[in-house]
């Protein structure tokens, strides 16, 4: 008997929840969903990374590219794993839901809500860049009250280019992605040939002028962890595509190493090309506003810098664009886990689109664009909740593996080994993120206990994956507890961590300790996480008799 037979699910109408699913059109191949990945990692993070990664490392930020590439590698073959075995909808949201049951899935599900805030982060940022062009759209950091309505009337038109089939938005998806290649690989060459600085790995304070420490520091300060996240795309597409298991892993893995390979060369250019007038003060002393088009302009390759400020607008444009296709997938799921309500997973039956879907996140992402006073902080915040997914995903990949009952074998090898692994890179990302970020992060995703316990008292989950039995009954809410413990201490504790830790913290515990205090505590937890997922997927068998 399958999950979904077990639990009866059904949408508002009445209808089996597997007839909504059958709407969605599997047209996607392996360079649409590789597009998708590439879009969603570059966006407006390749204008800035190369600056702030510098800064924070010097030329030993090379070494945090590579180490973020293989990094975010690993953790995506666990990713891949869940969506070559078990292709869905927004994926990422339902795997904790199933594995783990209602008070991760909520959690997970409420930290994935309030991250539609990153989509709005970078409609904010073609806002600032078109300021360039049309003065008065943008005020010190916030949006005018003009800045704002275009930026709605965007949101407007990225919703209605997702509103028709996903056909067509994979074509339009695969022309911005070759601007978004084409135009740095332009900058790259055009610096290089501008001048090459010899010596520059051994000048100005040698390889690592503050230490190889600072390249951990660098993958979250430095920008790096944000500007390589987003590869997990394909996956919120599994469920449309033509063959997943053949298509997907490739397309995730592919995604990651033609972003990795394009940050390199970036940073390259960059550090050789910098002029010596600049690195008086050291590689922490180069500051610009916008690093490649100031350095095209000290360079006189002004074409380039005309260029670069029109793929300011496009790069974010194109990552937003498939941030707004993504987040009504993770919308649909959670309408399916009835986080929200049944009404929002409505599929369109012609175009095989979550329409209405689509039009929540428009309200959403318009909410977040209001002025409000420190909201750039604020989405900064939401854009790493994202990062919780990957832990969350590495314990379902485990819980499936390890259950008896589930007839997962591990698609991909090694997976017993590279579960545990995953999970701690994760939480690693996590924490070096920083405790100004962390410390209103983590505490906003716990708040999604409140939404919880809210769906609990109000029964509107009655029917929900998680929240029954095999044979109907509702859970009692000491045993949804009990399963979904470890995630609730899993977030107090690494913000307990986070505010001990060197990580912008109160470096009460130093580092290097700190980190693998965090790695020790991850591991742990992980191993904990499995065995209540296990748990809870054996007694739901055996309730259904």
């Known amino acids: 008997m399958s999950e979904r037979q077990v639990t009866g699910e059904v949408d508002e109408a009445g209808a089996p929840v597997v007839a909504q699913e059958r709407r969605l059109r599997r047209d996607l191949g392996f360079w649409g969903l ?25 030329p030993a930020s090379l070494l945090s590219w590579i180490g973020a590439g293989l990094l975010c590698g690993l953790v995506a073959l666990v990713m891949i794993e869940l969506g070559a075995s078990r292709p869905e909808g927004g994926g990422t949201v339902r795997w904790p839901l199933f594995a783990s049951g209602r008070l991760v899935g909520t959690l997970v599900g409420w930290s994935v809500l309030l991250s539609v805030g990153g989509t709005a982060a970078e409609i904010s940022a073609i806002m600032q860049y078109a300021a360039h062009y049309v003065p008065g759209l943008y005020s010190g950091h916030t949006l005018t009250l003009a800045g704002v309505g275009v930026a709605a009337a965007l949101s407007v038109v990225l919703t209605a280019l997702n509103w028709y089939a996903v056909r067509m938005f994979a074509r339009l998806n695969n022309l911005v992605s070759v601007f978004k290649i084409a135009v740095p690989v332009v900058t790259v060459i055009a610096l290089i040939a501008s001048g090459w600085h010899h010596g520059r790995l051994t000048d100005h304070g040698g390889f690592a002028p503050y230490g190889y420490a600072a390249c951990l520091t660098a993958l979250a300060g430095g920008g790096i962890v944000y500007s390589v996240n987003g590869f997990q795309a394909p996956l919120d597409f599994s469920g449309e595509a033509r063959n997943p298991r053949k298509t997907i892993p490739a397309a995730v893995l592919t995604g990651i190493a033609l972003a990795v390979a394009m940050y390199l060369a970036l940073q390259v250019a960059f550090l050789f090309t910098v002029p010596e007038s600049v690195l008086g003060g050291g590689w922490k002393g180069v500051s610009f506003e916008s690093p490649f088009g100031q350095l095209a302009l000290i360079l006189n390759l002004h074409w380039l810098s005309s260029l670069l400020y029109a793929d300011a607008v496009i790069s974010p444009g194109g990552s937003a664009y498939v941030g707004v296709a993504i987040n009504a997938r993770h919308t649909y799921a959670l309408a399916k886990n009835r986080t929200i309500p049944r009404f929002f997973m409505k599929v369109n039956e012609r175009f095989g689109v979550p329409r209405r879907a689509l039009a929540i996140n428009l309200a959403v992402i318009v909410i977040f664009l209001l002025p409000f006073g420190g909201w750039q902080d604020i989405v900064a915040v939401m854009g790493n909740m994202y990062l919780l997914i990957y832990g969350a995903s590495a314990v379902a990949a485990a819980v499936f593996l390890a259950d008896p009952g589930s007839g997962t074998t591990g698609w991909v090898p090694g997976l017993r080994w590279i579960a545990p692994v995953s999970f701690v890179v994760a939480s690693e990302f996590v924490y070096w993120s920083g405790w100004h970020t962390l410390r209103l992060a983590l505490p906003l995703v716990l708040a999604g206990l409140l939404v919880f316990l809210a769906m609990r008292r109000s029964g509107g989950a009655a029917d929900a994956v998680g929240d029954r039995d095999g044979a109907g009954r509702r859970l009692p809410l000491r ?67």
């Open 479 to 545: 045993a949804e507890l009990r399963t979904g413990a470890w995630l609730v201490t899993y977030l107090a504790v690494l913000t307990v961590l986070s505010w001990l830790g060197s990580f912008e913290g109160s470096a009460r515990l130093p580092a290097p300790y700190d980190s693998l205090v965090v790695a020790a505590f991850a591991l742990a937890v992980f191993f904990w996480a499995v065995r209540s997922g296990v748990r809870h997927l054996t007694e739901s068998r055996t309730a259904a008799g």
């Open 34 to 58: 590789t597009a998708i990945g590439f879009s969603n990692i570059v966006g407006s993070g390749w204008l800035f990374a190369a600056l702030y990664a510098a800064q924070t490392a010097g």
